[in-house]
């Protein structure tokens, strides 16, 4: 099954390229670029949840020193084109403004800019903008958001932004009445933010005589920010250019280009002078967008055995007031691969998104990753009912190689998946069964709680399925000396590409690694393309990459076999020299190939133009699935109610690894983002809708004493793709928030404690052990 | 406005500051070193560790007047000549201990005076040491090996 081919440069652990500038100070994010007579803003936010505007009085702050202009709705509004993004220009979505105009409908809501010579005296500026707002009562609780008679938008006239239903067949009401073991768990997941720690910012600058309009930005995706910036200012898309250098993580916050930074690029236009817009971690905190917040009654139906029969989830999600892309949402994929790596039986699901007076949603690393919070923590909830060990009950379920490839029952098609193989690895990994003694030993002989947790999942990476989201181009060129530039659309914010992508060239081209460049993160240099997100990156640029240098290689051996008289068939590069095969002697350096491709142009085969360079255009198939699972240990303090996790092993499939340092660096990223949003960070709001997290010591993320050492077991099973790649990027945030959640239910059902929602800070720990205060 | 005399990755600077204008912004706006970043500006995350006069501190938190007449070191300051990287930074690139790279030269700096401090440090003190920094990226995993690995390199 194991197909580990590592070749000269892909499947090796090659040290970044990136780091030594950013480990010298020498990177260039977003706030690093100063431009002639650039100046600085500062946004006005509502405080009030939901309310009507009843004055803006910005003559104090446009009379203050230093203050070039305050902008309102009056002065962007009007000018303001589609401010969704172009996946999702024509869903339904919220009626997204640049600036509050008439009313507010979340703390956080930007009313006004204040453009000043320094962000100094632009916050003083905002401090100067006086605005007073009646309010109006907000929706605040997703699950009561539907029959709420206060509508976050009136244009749209219902809380509910999205309603899909997938009904329960005849078959499956019986499955679910009849079964001998009926399971239904309601879990909630509470609400997180991804925290990337550089915060949003975007340089914008207007060149009136030309038209042109350039944005440095904090971003993800470039070339969708390009287009996202043509339509909201109206510059046609080749006259607008983005860049974005060095990028401080993401985490999907900077996939779409969110509303404040076009708000700022299109005050740049109106403007008509460079702006610098950098976000503040409070704005960061409630402004720029939220995620997790679902709810799922959710149902298992088993066979005496505990065989899965069939099942059902109805989920509602909180889409805030303005998310970027629709709901902000994953919708109906929740519902759609709820059944996850288990032979299913029958299924169904209604999935529902609903909008609230708070802080928009948005992508956060595994958008739709619900459906394996939800099933995994049911799949616990089922197993202890049965009275079957979690692990073995997924032993019984979990879809084999024999199985492949699988329908899931809401019609997505599984296949070259090892879940069986990495459900076994990781348990043997951890020592689960030893594990198992030493928690009833523990329990038994000292009172503690010690538990054990499984996080089990196939993952939909790379997905073509959704244009343009599966589909990228590599431009691969060849310089007269030689040396290899290849540009790419992507948009990395930690993944190493410039790295990763050139091993993948450098193997296909056989040249050396150092003779490869990547130029990436910039629309002027760089083809059209999907940015960097969604697990994409090996699969998709991967494999134009492939394709491009497979094209150049082919030119190469042409016109080398034309200035040796060889057939190219009998050619072969290798260490940059184009070789007969097995005559090592009679070759020609793939640099001369190249000089005389530009210099000596007679000397290249009849009607072949000069120069060496392709452009390859690869699309993924719908799905290419990777798989995982995670197994963590915890003990559960009864007395401070802390949960330490003790050991914590991810065995994982991603098909053939390019890099299995950075591989395992995204694997750990992911992991601990998701201990970190089970255990620690919650964002809260009150019943006014005031957001009470707005700094560090409030919203917490984990540091390096909230985490344990992470243990990998590596499964490498080639997908149909061209390198043979699976996404991976999302993964670890995926698997760990169930596995976390499993192990610390796993120690509380020891004392016959319950537990159905997060986060599990010791205060919620706490309350599950002694509800009744005192005893 | 104050006139203030620094010493910054040694070399001797005069410059007239705003009384208001943090550290953090003296070092990035006036000075062009825009290695020290910012990642929450109230002290918590750590991006934007810089040494004065030998210590780490949060330059989001210090005022610019209050260096005048002092020392100042950035993440700029620590490699060796003609873009040498320094035995701390070399192992974070050895281990991995870096992806983004936003909040690298805090921990750059933070790791540095942590290990002149303690030579030899246990893994319980690598991880109380490098608890005042946040990173979103990496889980911490290559960070702590990376200041077991300078620790061991360490003459």
């Known amino acids: ?775 | 406005m104050h006139d203030i005399e620094v010493v910054i990755n040694g070399e001797r600077t005069k410059r007239r500051v705003d009384a208001r204008k943090t550290l953090a912004d003296f070092v990035r706006e006036d000075c062009a070193l825009t290695g020290t970043h910012l990642g929450c500006e109230h002290g918590v995350c750590g991006a934007c560790t810089v040494l004065v006069d030998g210590e780490a501190v949060r330059a989001c938190l210090m005022f610019a007047v209050q260096v005048d007449g002092g020392e100042v070191t950035t993440v700029e300051g620590l490699g060796g000549p003609d873009g040498a990287l320094s035995p701390v930074q070399d192992a974070f690139r050895s281990e991995h201990g870096l992806q983004c790279g936003f909040c690298t030269p805090g921990f750059v700096v933070t790791v540095t005076a942590f290990l002149r401090d303690t030579p030899n440090p246990s893994e319980t003190e690598i991880r109380e040491a490098l608890s005042g920094n946040i990173c979103r990226c990496t889980g911490y995993q290559g960070i702590v090996k990376a200041v077991q690995r300078a620790a061991g390199d360490a003459p």
């Open chain 1, 1 to 775: 099954m194991s197909s580990s081919t590592a070749g000269r440069f892909v499947g090796q652990s090659v040290l970044r390229r990136e780091d030594p500038r950013l480990l010298t100070g020498q990177g260039q994010f977003v706030d690093d670029v100063q431009l002639p007579g650039m100046l600085h803003c500062a946004f006005v936010r509502s405080e009030s949840a939901r309310g009507t505007i009843t004055r803006v009085d910005v003559d104090a702050a446009r009379a203050l020193d230093g203050v070039v202009a305050v902008l309102t709705a009056a002065d962007l509004n009007p000018h303001a084109g589609s401010m969704q993004p172009t996946l999702l220009l024509d869903a339904p979505g919220a009626p997204l403004r640049p600036l509050a105009e008439g009313d507010v409908r979340f703390v956080g809501d930007p009313i006004a800019i204040v453009v000043a010579e320094s962000r100094y005296l632009a916050e003083d500026g905002a401090e100067l903008v006086e605005v007073d707002i009646d309010p109006l009562p907000p929706v605040v609780d997703p699950e009561t958001a539907a029959d709420s008679e206060h509508i976050v938008h009136p244009e749209l006239g219902s809380n509910v932004g999205t309603d899909m239903p997938f009904p329960r067949s005849a078959e499956l009401e019986a499955i679910l009445s009849d079964s001998a073991h009926v399971v239904t768990e309601t879990f909630r997941q509470h609400r997180q933010t991804n925290v990337p720690m550089e915060t949003r910012g975007i340089v914008a600058s207007y060149i009136a005589s030309t038209g042109e309009l350039r944005a440095h930005m904090s971003t993800q995706n470039p070339h969708e920010a390009r287009l996202a910036i043509a339509r909201v200012t109206g510059i046609p898309s080749h006259l607008v250019q983005v860049t974005g250098r060095d990028v401080g993580g993401g985490f999907g916050q900077k996939f779409f280009t969110f509303r404040d930074e076009l708000t700022i690029a299109l005050a740049a236009r109106r403007l008509g002078r460079p702006i610098k817009w950098i976000e503040d971690r409070r704005e960061n905190l409630i402004a720029a967008n939220h995620a997790r917040v679902d709810i799922a009654t959710c149902t298992f139906a088993c066979d005496a055995d505990g065989m899965l029969l069939g099942s059902y989830i109805d989920h509602i999600e909180d889409s805030g007031a303005y998310p970027t892309g629709a709901t902000g949402g994953a919708g109906a994929l929740v519902g759609m691969l709820f059944t996850g790596p288990y032979k299913a039986g029958a299924a169904a699901f209604r999935s529902r998104a609903v909008w609230t007076n708070t802080c928009g949603r948005g992508a956060y690393r595994g958008p739709w990753m619900f459906e394996t919070v939800a099933r995994e923590q049911l799949v616990d909830a089922t197993a202890r009912a049965i009275g079957l060990d979690p692990l073995e009950w997924r032993r019984r379920n979990v879809l084999r190689a024999e199985d492949q490839p699988y329908t899931m029952p809401t019609g997505l098609p599984i296949e070259n998946v090892t879940a069986a193989e990495t459900l076994d690895q990781a348990a043997e990994i951890i020592g689960y069964d030893a594990f198992r003694a030493e928690q009833r030993r523990a329990f038994d002989t000292e009172g503690r709680l010690l538990g054990i947790g499984i996080g089990l999942y196939v993952e939909p990476t790379a997905m073509g399925a959704m244009d343009p989201l599966g589909t990228d181009t590599a431009l691969v060129r060849v310089a007269p000396t030689g040396k290899v530039t290849v540009l790419l659309a992507t948009g990395a914010h930690g993944q190493g590409i410039e790295t990763t992508m050139a091993q993948v060239v450098a193997e296909e081209l056989g040249i050396d690694y150092d003779d490869v460049a990547i130029v990436q993160g910039d629309t002027a240099s760089t083809p059209y393309g999907r940015g960097t997100g969604g697990s994409g990156t090996a699969v998709i640029a991967g494999s134009a990459c492939r394709g491009a240098s497979a094209e150049v290689r082919a030119q190469v051996i042409e016109i080398a076999a034309h200035l040796m008289e060889a057939a190219p068939d009998d050619l072969d590069i290798v260490d940059g020299v184009v070789a007969v095969k097995g005559t090592p002697t009679r070759n020609v350096a793939w640099a001369e190939v190249a000089r005389i491709s530009h210099m000596e142009t007679a000397r290249l085969p009849t009607g072949m133009s000069p120069g060496i360079e392709a452009t390859f255009t690869y699309k993924a198939p719908p799905f290419t699935w990777s798989n995982a699972c995670h197994i963590c240990t915890v003990e559960v303090d009864r007395d401070t109610g802390l949960v330490t996790i003790l050991r914590y092993v991810v065995s994982e499939d991603c098909g053939v690894m390019i890099n299995p340092m950075v591989v395992e660096g995204q694997v750990a990223g992911g992991v601990v983002q998701g201990i970190g949003g089970t255990l620690l960070e919650h964002v809260v709001y009150d019943a006014d809708g005031n957001p009470l997290t707005t700094t560090f010591m409030d919203y917490l993320v984990p540091t390096a004493t909230d985490v344990p050492v992470i243990e990998y077991g590596h499964i490498e099973t080639a997908s149909d793709t061209p390198g043979g790649h699976k996404g991976m990027g999302e993964g670890g945030a995926i698997g760990a928030p169930p596995c976390v959640f499993n192990a610390v239910a796993d120690a509380l059902a020891l004392v016959g404690v319950h537990i159905d929602r997060t986060p599990l800070g010791p205060e919620a720990i706490l309350t599950a052990l002694y509800p009744d205060p005192g005893t």
